[in-house]
DNA sequence: TATTGTTATACTCTATAACTATA
DNA sequence: TATAGTTATAGAGTATAACAATA
């Protein structure tokens, strides 16, 4: 009974690291980036995609967060970007210790572009799959994305 | 018309690269690591999941390949590696330049310890699931990685 | 005293170049 | 001469520790 499924999940464990490498390890990032112009090491193109899914301005602390890293590696990437005038940092009204970081305009074409040309490809390679499929693919992947985080921040405290 | 599809995956984009980074940068192999009571760099442990997952001696050459990576790389591991007893390295009987490399039966435990753990972590939070979502999900993720890996190799070319 | 961020430092991961041995 | 692998070296990515400023 388990054994099926137990099979079955076996088998696609293998895709989901593969999943993965294929975004992070492939040079996929460097094929968008060469597609769009932009020439930007991978931890600046993070950020820039951290505060475009944001939409808003971040503190630094955020940043990193999100982008799973501390804070020094932040600190000096961002050095690299305000240089660039690809984002630029405000005083944080809120906390005088704080600084929010914001895109620039030019910053924020870097970013919408990648976006832009990861989603054609993924469009593309998704070309022959009927809507309903497309749908249904989009639904399960949002699902498992969701319980899979919350699953392993539950799981955080056990240990 | 195409609008309403490109908001669709506009909005999933964010979660494939939530997965990559979750499944590379999170910590879940090191904490798949501690749990089996291994103690393991994440190259290391990538050769090991490589031979484990093809289920044979593998060249150097073949190892980088998987892993994405230049041959140096895996040669050092595989120096850690074999100091540990976790592979072995054989004489390729058809071609003495080569080094066919194989799991011991330590290595193998904890590949295969490895893989089991994550397996069933997967299989813990999709356990609200209903049988057919989880076929479906298994169903349309293989065909997904498989049709971008196509897509992605096939355009290799353009550029 | 705790927290935000920066500077300084060091370590891990990975690539490139130069070389050796076999084909 | 081309290919498989190794050794040597260098560079990117990231963490930790020590510090400054504000809360």
């Given amino acids: ?4 499924e137990g099979g079955d999940l076996r088998s ?4 989901i690291m593969q999943l993965g490498n294929l975004m992070n390890r492939s040079g996929l990032g460097e094929r968008a980036m060469k597609r769009i112009g932009a020439d930007l090491d991978r931890p600046g193109l993070s950020i820039l995609l951290s505060l ?3 939409g808003k301005a971040l503190r630094v602390g955020e940043i990193a967060d999100r982008m799973q890293v501390a804070g020094p590696h932040v600190t000096r990437h961002l050095h ?3 240089r660039r005038r690809l984002v630029r940092g405000l005083p944080d009204p809120d906390d005088g210790r704080a600084r929010l970081v914001e895109l620039t305009p030019e910053g924020a074409e870097i970013a919408d572009g990648y976006v832009t040309t990861l989603l054609g490809w993924f469009g593309e390679a998704l070309a022959g799959w009927s809507p309903q499929d497309r749908r249904t693919f989009y639904d399960l992947l949002l699902r498992f994305t969701d319980d899979f985080a919350a699953f392993l921040s539950a799981s955080t405290d056990e240990d």
């Fill in 80 to 82: 690299v970007l305000e």
């Fill in 1 to 4: 009974m388990g054994d099926t």
């Fill in 52 to 54: 475009h899914m944001t």
């Fill in 12 to 15: 696609v464990l293998p895709r």
